[in-house]
């Protein structure tokens, strides 16, 4: 079992950043492909990024491309999401999750999700 702990979130104004980390616990990352998603009231959970095991394939969905950075440290267990340039339909709560086969884009390909943790971006 990997258990996924998000932190980092908070409120911001627009245009500021922050860097969100997902550290994982309970067996290595270091073979699991990981994402990042994200949900704002009302809506369904929507695909943010992901990366390969090895941070060679990363992915952005494309209202964050330019953006958004997604990085791992498999020593650390740690995956990150830098976030520049925020803005207010940035708001939502973001989830890490992990998926030992191919994650992509799709949740459901997702068996292990944190917590999550709020990001708020003010107008």
């Known amino acids: 079992q990997v258990q996924l702990v998000e932190s980092g979130g908070g409120l911001v104004q627009a245009g500021g950043s922050l860097r969100l980390s997902c550290a994982a616990s309970?067996?290595?990352?270091?073979?699991?492909?990981m994402g990042w998603f994200r949900q704002a009231p009302g809506k369904e959970r929507e695909f943010v990024a992901t990366?390969?095991?090895?941070?060679?394939?990363?992915y952005y969905t494309d209202s964050v491309k330019g953006r958004f950075i997604f990085s791992r440290d498999n020593a650390k267990n740690t995956v990150y999401l830098q976030m520049n340039s925020l803005k207010p339909e940035d708001t939502a709560v973001y989830y890490c999750?992990?998926?030992?086969?191919?994650?992509?884009?799709?949740?459901?390909?997702?068996?292990?999700w944190g917590q999550g943790t709020q990001v708020t971006v003010s107008s």
């Open positions: 999750a992990a998926a030992r086969w191919s994650g992509g884009s799709n949740r459901n390909a997702y068996p292990y």
């Open positions: 309970g067996r290595s990352i270091g073979s699991y492909d």
């Open positions: 990366i390969s095991w090895n941070g060679g394939n990363i």
